[in-house]
């Protein structure tokens, strides 16, 4: 049987999540034993039109780039969304809480109507094209990376928790960040991540996206709890939840 | 030979980001010879209008996914310099032993995995698996180090979790900074091996040169090889200047060639980056780091941008070096949980440090409830790429005989040598030959 193609796209992100994949060390040489890797322009200078598993890092913010995702999405069996600029939006989102000639101006002053300087409203992949598989986080676990492309490989659904944060959190026996006065959007974000932030003494800021059906009462009673209102969540869920779809 | 020549590079490879190249040469005439920047523009500072004081650092992290311990660092000093806060000494060593880990990181990661296959010929880092398996291991283990090294101070590799204003949300124990402290004595040998190495195929580099302004930080109290603190300073003797004041080095202005800002000092353009800090500094390296410039007959005043690559060894070797020693001080002291205390209120304030590719500069402004109400971010792929134009206009007369792909690969590897981080600057790539 020969080896699946893969190829490895960036759109509008920091290429962090590509990184990681670097980041696997040693384990990158199993890597390329299973897959061929024919296209990924961070790392190599090889390009190829044919590959099986297309896997996109980023957030889609122009127009051309919308054009680029669909011709990546013809050639490919499986597309997998690459961290959370690509499964979400990310960081990007937030741009699309303001008037986009205002964001322009903002940062390119006097030359914002330059045609090249041109943006849209920030998109996640799958707002474009269908995604087969998340890889969700920003950055995305590496270990995760692993655990996804072989259970694709496998022809398996890849496992992704739909439980949030806090039960990863508990099992860690971290204190909760509540009890320091900090807003954590442990109780509403997807785990998987290993409650890595938290476990740092640092707030969960929903790097990896809402669960798919957040216990919004309960993070009402937990903002009760401690004396926080709802707006006050609302804040810090701007960060990576902008236009995201869940809100309070 | 070469009457014409087009070359139309679309999306640079083994770069971060995108960035293409552009040259028409009709009847030996150049027409046309450009570096452009089309990567997408992210507006970071139109974003972080109306976030809070203690979410500036996760949001512009997310700048760039190589450096960003180097924004956030950058970041935090801006906001404590905005609210007027006062950080330990322990948590200054703390962020500058953290800061190191990036370095190792990204010159490892730039000089072994993108720049070495030029070096070899190849087209990118698999082929040299087999090619020279024993040194590209040894890569591979001094960058899994270097993350390891990072995970520990940062919490992770990427995109820093341990960083608050005013200090740290959680500091390693004395046993994990020994145990790192054994790691990095354990490899400084495999970053001499790896520098014998690239020094076996340095004659591959083009003896290219162009009298060029360096920038960087300068530290003089006491004198330091530094990444963290001082005042900027230029090699064509300016500074320092207070880095509240980089506006005034950086004139940041839009070229139509990019979506990236462009920089410019005293001449047309400016270079930032390890060559920058070496030409500046380095009369105060390390040992090591001193010998590894030598091995490659690096001095100070040298203006071949691709000798930047060899500073970045010399940079690796030298973190290494100063790291087990700062190691040593903290232990000496004895780490204590220190606890930090915000007071939001209005004001301005900067933080200036070295990124592994050049200086970088954060400025924020605050209301009195601590929200950001005005940003501006100056990277240092963006202050290189006036620079890496005018390098082309003068290497592609002086090289336009090795024909189109000689050429191509040429302007290629200069560019590769800037170590550009274009999702930083924006992102940017491309190189285009026209017949």
């Not at chain 2, 900074?177 to 190495?197: F, G, M, R």
């Not at chain 2, 004041?245 to 005293?266: F, G, I, L, M």
Request: charged share 25%; aromatic share 6%.
């Amino acid at each position: 049987m020969s080896k699946p193609r893969v190829a490895i796209f960036d759109f509008a992100c920091c290429e962090g999540c590509q990184l990681q994949i670097v980041n696997l060390e040693e384990e990158i040489l199993d890597l390329i034993h299973v897959v061929d890797v024919v296209e990924w322009r961070e790392a190599m200078s090889e390009q190829s039109h044919d590959y099986d598993i297309a896997i996109v890092e980023g957030s889609i913010t122009r127009h051309e780039d919308e054009l680029r995702l669909e011709v990546i999405r013809s050639r490919c069996k499986i597309l997998i969304a690459l961290g959370a600029c690509a499964t979400i939006g990310g960081v990007n989102k937030m741009k699309n809480n303001f008037d986009l000639n205002d964001v322009k101006e903002c940062v390119y002053g006097k030359d914002a109507k330059m045609p090249h300087l041109n943006t849209d409203m920030t998109k996640a992949v799958d707002e474009v094209v269908p995604v087969d598989a998340y890889i969700h986080g920003c950055p995305i676990d590496r270990k995760e990376f692993g655990t996804v492309i072989r259970a694709l490989l496998l022809g398996k659904r890849p496992p992704v928790p739909d439980y949030p944060v806090c039960v990863e959190c508990k099992a860690k026996e971290n204190v909760c960040r509540y009890e320091y006065n900090e807003i954590c959007l442990g109780p509403i974000i997807r785990a998987g991540c290993g409650a890595r932030c938290p476990s740092s003494n640092f707030r969960c800021f929903g790097c990896r996206g809402y669960v798919d059906h957040p216990n919004v009462e309960a993070a009402k009673e937990v903002m009760d709890k401690y004396g926080l209102t709802v707006e006050d969540l609302k804040q810090k869920m701007i960060l990576f939840g902008s236009k995201q779809g869940h809100t309070l | 030979m070469s009457a014409n020549i087009q070359i139309n590079v679309h999306h640079v490879t083994r770069l971060e980001g995108h960035g293409n190249i552009v040259v028409n040469i009709r009847n030996g005439t150049i027409e046309k010879c450009q570096w452009q920047v089309p990567e997408a523009p992210r507006f970071f500072e139109a974003m972080v209008r109306g976030r809070r004081w203690d979410d500036i650092q996760t949001i512009v992290s997310r700048i760039c996914g190589i450096c960003s311990i180097t924004h956030s660092l950058a970041s935090t000093k801006a906001v404590e310099d905005a609210l007027g806060l006062q950080v330990t000494e322990q948590t200054d060593m703390l962020r500058i032993l953290m800061h190191y880990s990036e370095q190792l990181q990204s010159h490892t990661l730039h000089v072994g995995y993108l720049v070495a296959p030029d070096l070899f010929g190849e087209k990118s880092v698999v082929p040299l698996v087999a090619k020279a398996p024993d040194a590209v291991k040894k890569i591979i283990k001094a960058h899994r180090i270097a993350n390891q090294w990072s995970d520990l101070l940062a919490g992770r590799t990427t995109h820093p979790v341990t960083l608050t204003p005013g200090g740290m949300t959680k500091i390693p124990t004395a046993q994990e900074l020994k145990d790192l402290q054994k790691t990095l004595k354990e490899i400084v040998p495999d970053l001499v091996a790896i520098c014998e190495v690239v020094h076996s195929v340095a004659d591959r580099m083009p003896a290219f040169e162009r009298p060029t302004e360096y920038i960087s930080l300068r530290q003089d109290n006491p004198p330091t090889y530094t990444f963290y603190h001082g005042g900027i300073v230029s090699s064509d003797g300016y500074g320092p200047v207070h880095i509240r004041d980089w506006e005034s080095v950086a004139n940041e202005y839009v070229s139509p060639q990019s979506t990236a800002k462009w920089c410019r000092w005293h001449r047309d353009s400016y270079a930032v980056g390890a060559l920058a800090r070496f030409n500046n500094n380095g009369h105060l390296l390390s040992p090591l780091g001193k010998k590894v410039a030598d091995m490659f007959g690096l001095k100070k005043g040298c203006c071949n941008p691709f000798m930047n690559n060899v500073a970045q060894l010399a940079e690796a070797a030298h973190v290494v070096e100063v790291s087990i020693e700062l190691i040593d001080k903290l232990l000496t002291k004895g780490l204590k949980d220190e606890k930090v205390k915000v007071t939001p209120r209005a004001g301005r304030g900067s933080g200036c440090v070295e990124a592994p590719r050049g200086i970088l500069f954060h400025t924020y402004e605050f209301n009195k409830k601590g929200e950001c109400i005005a940003a501006n971010i100056c990277i240092p792929t963006n202050q290189n790429h006036a620079n890496i134009q005018k390098d082309f206009e003068k290497f592609v007369p002086e090289y336009m005989h090795l024909g189109e792909d000689g050429l191509r690969h040429g302007m290629e590897m200069l560019v590769r040598s800037y170590d550009p981080c274009i999702s930083c600057s924006t992102h940017m790539l491309n190189v285009t030959f026209v017949k």
